[in-house]
């Protein structure tokens, strides 16, 4: 699928909504081909697959959640985060981002205790969509490259100002709605 042109805000929506404005703006980021991406960025984001499964085959280990915010919004029943993925059992951080995931549509007999687990904030989506066999496509919409602001700087182990690399990706069920709009900000050095 090729990434829609996107800017400002709608670019970074997911994370634009749990970071203040002044914190986005220090982000400078912009849309880029998927070909600009530095390896090994250009391997992590360039799929059409979910983030979590490619994370943990390049590093070699499991992911767990470090959640930073959170919010849930009862009356559309969206649950929005903003975590650092990092790896079991070392704590290294591989990932920086934020979703919004619309748990309603994730309310079925054959996922029993998929929502509970979204929201226990342990486990990185993809992982659990894999565990309770959820069919879904994930459709990259955009590949960014930003400047880190301090918040990712620390999460990441990188310096403020920083050129990270990222996509804004968008799961849905197969053949349904979308379940899930992603910001995904890797490691800088793999």
């Known amino acids: 699928m090729t990434p829609y042109p996107m800017a400002g805000e709608d670019l970074l929506r997911p994370l634009a909504r749990l970071m203040d404005e002044e914190a986005v703006a220090a982000l400078e980021a912009r849309q880029v081909g998927a070909n600009e991406l530095p390896e090994p960025s250009q391997h992590l984001l360039v799929h059409g697959g979910d983030m979590t499964s490619r994370l943990m085959a390049f590093h070699e280990a499991r992911l767990r959640v470090a959640a930073l915010a959170s919010q849930h919004d009862d009356s559309s029943d969206t649950y929005?985060?903003?975590v650092t993925l990092v790896t079991?059992?070392?704590g290294l951080p591989v990932e920086y981002g934020a979703i919004t995931i619309h748990l309603r549509?994730?309310?079925?007999?054959d996922w029993p205790g998929i929502r509970e687990k979204i929201l226990a904030q342990r486990d990185p989506l993809g992982a659990l969509l894999t565990e309770y066999r959820v069919p879904f496509v994930s459709e990259p919409r955009a590949y960014i490259s930003l400047r880190a602001n301090q918040e990712i700087a620390?999460?990441?182990?990188?310096e403020p100002g920083d050129r990270m690399y990222a996509r804004r990706n968008v799961l849905r069920l197969s053949g349904g709605p979308q379940i899930a709009d992603i910001v995904e900000i890797v490691r800088r050095r793999g």
Not at 105 to 109: G, Q, T
Not at 154 to 158: F, P, Q, R, S, V
């Open 88 to 90: 079991i059992p070392y």
């Open 154 to 158: 620390e999460a990441l182990h990188a």
């Open 105 to 109: 549509h994730l309310n079925r007999p």
């Open 80 to 82: 929005s985060r903003k």
